[in-house]
């Protein structure tokens, strides 16, 4: 009811736009953008999730080409459940470099969705491919619309927007959340679009974490346990935030939220402009 609420606020006042989230592994994007992927999708954007690499190193007891298999089917599920495309980069899980070769891969999966928008990771996270995912989104911005880089796919006329997801590694510089967005309404259908990557949230994630204990024995109560994961505290800094853009008073009910910072190196975004991006926050 409130996601049917929130879809028919946005109609009639939103330009439909483009939208890319690029992660390191089959489940990143979920994680940091899922929620905000739903509501867009949702009033009228396009979103395409990638991973960057194939996860075949994600699992304790499985890998190589049949882990990646099995995590490429589980990222086309969460993609239906989310109601985005989904497309896996066949790269190494655990040995992604910076390299100029993975640079044009990220070029040209930019180029081919037209993207207005790029949301990807900030290069300061303590996993290697988190943080080179970042650098080569970072690399990617501004030459996607160079001709004679990859020439086989047609440059961007525009640079996009490009924003990094939240993450709370402090140094060099903590993140700064430029705008928030309320998820509490669709949280429990991005809960069930995370719960596709059955073999990271209720497999590998609990037992690389020491927590492989708590997960429930009775498969029907592993979405609801999976909620109550995760859950996070909201800073002051996120509700000051988020009162910012939806009004005051919001910040009194979000439960679940997720933030977005700009980066430097695209097209700079008026507040107008983050209104068209985010339309669930309202005029
Ligand atoms: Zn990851």
Avoid at 117 to 136: E, Q
Avoid at 265 to 273: F, I, L, N, R, T
Wanted: some cysteine.
């Amino acid at each position: 009811m409130m996601v049917f609420t929130l879809a028919a606020q946005g109609q009639g006042n939103t330009t439909p736009l483009r939208i890319i989230m690029i992660g390191a592994h089959p489940d990143d994007c979920d994680i940091d953008g899922g929620g905000t992927a739903i509501l867009m999708a949702s009033m009228g954007h396009a979103v395409k999730f990638v991973s960057v690499t194939n996860g075949d190193a994600g699992h304790q007891s499985q890998g190589g080409g049949a882990l990646a298999k099995r995590r490429m089917a589980e990222a086309k599920e969460a993609g239906k459940r989310f109601g985005v495309t989904y497309d896996v980069l066949d790269n190494h899980d655990g040995e992604l470099m910076p390299s100029l070769d993975v640079r044009l891969q990220v070029i040209r999966k930019i180029r081919e969705w037209k993207a207005d928008v790029v949301i990807a990771p900030r290069p300061n996270d303590y996993h290697p491919d988190h943080r080179y995912t970042g650098v080569l989104v970072q690399d990617a911005a501004y030459m996607v619309t160079v001709p004679n880089v990859a020439p086989d796919v047609a440059p961007l006329v525009k640079n996009p927007v490009f924003l990094y997801f939240q993450d709370g590694f402090q140094r060099p510089n903590p993140f700064r959340p430029d705008i928030v967005v309320d998820i509490t309404p669709v949280i429990d259908k991005k809960i069930h679009a995370m719960a596709a990557h059955e073999s990271q949230f209720f497999e590998w994630l609990p037992w690389i974490g020491g927590y492989a204990g708590e997960v429930p024995k009775d498969k029907s109560l592993w979405e609801p346990w999976l909620k109550k994961k995760m859950e996070r505290e909201i800073t002051e800094d996120l509700k000051k935030t988020l009162d910012k853009w939806y009004g005051s008073g919001r910040s009194a009910s979000a439960r679940f939220v997720e933030a977005f910072e700009v980066c430097e190196y695209g097209k700079q975004p008026s507040a107008d402009d983050m209104r068209n991006i985010f339309p669930m926050v309202g005029k």
